[in-house]
T-cell receptor
């Protein structure tokens, strides 16, 4: 099973709203990632969690707040977003052993629109 | 710093024909991993094929194969017997095996159109 699930599929929010994106995997992977992807562009890394601890923050604005409650779940809390934050948000997970190159497996994404 | 270049923004192929997507990269490392991901309009990034740099043999997965030229730093993807379902954005990605380095370096992508 190489499935990463994300909810919701679509999200529309105002600039004053607070919302959360959820990601889940049951592959036993100990690294999880959040990416932001604009149309026709490659994904841009936002955060990396390894062993449930934040290991990489790519200078993401504080209006994005990640959380990793356990090894299977990853959340992205959103608050006071700007219209330019509208994008596809992808979650991924990977093993932390190098025998398969730490291959990342992606979820289907959440399409976020900020009004 | 490593870079990945996909010089073909868009490619077209006739159904049942073969197409090759190019990817070049720049690195000073001798050991690394290379990937091709497919992203159809459904949005999900799907792993197509993976290559370990220390392996000389080119990776293959059914109709998908790579031509890995380490000295030339080239990693092209060949799709044989193209199908309508192959239409997607294809991203080439590089990953360093250095400890603690989880980042992929992505190319800018190639949009593949499959003509019926």
């Amino acid at each position: 099973d190489t499935e990463v699930t994300q909810t919701p599929k679509h999200l529309v929010m105002g600039m004053t709203n607070k919302k959360s994106l959820k990601c889940e995997q049951h592959m036993g992977h100990r690294a999880m990632y959040w990416y932001k992807q604009k149309a026709k562009k490659p994904p841009e890394l936002m955060f990396v969690y390894s062993y449930e601890k934040l290991s990489i923050n790519e200078s993401v604005p504080s209006r994005f707040s990640p959380e990793c409650p356990n090894s299977s779940l990853l959340n992205l809390h959103l608050h006071a977003l700007q219209p330019e934050d509208s994008a596809l948000y992808l979650c991924a997970s990977s093993p932390l052993t190098s025998d398969v190159g730490n291959t990342q497996y992606f979820g289907p994404g959440t399409r976020l629109t900020v009004l | 710093a490593q870079t990945v270049t996909q010089s073909q923004p868009e490619m077209s192929v006739q159904e049942a024909e073969t197409v090759t997507l190019s990817c070049t990269y720049d690195t000073s490392e001798s050991d690394y991993y290379l990937f091709w991901y497919k992203q159809p309009p459904s949005r999900q990034m799907i792993l197509v094929i993976r290559q370990e740099a220390y392996k000389q043999q080119n990776a293959t997965e059914n109709r998908f194969s790579v031509n890995f030229q380490k000295a030339a730093k080239s990693f092209s993807l060949k799709i044989s017997d193209s199908q309508l379902g192959d239409a997607a954005m294809y991203f080439c990605a590089y990953r360093s095996p250095a400890s603690g380095t989880y980042k992929y370096i992505f190319g800018t992508g190639t949009r593949l159109k499959v003509l019926a």
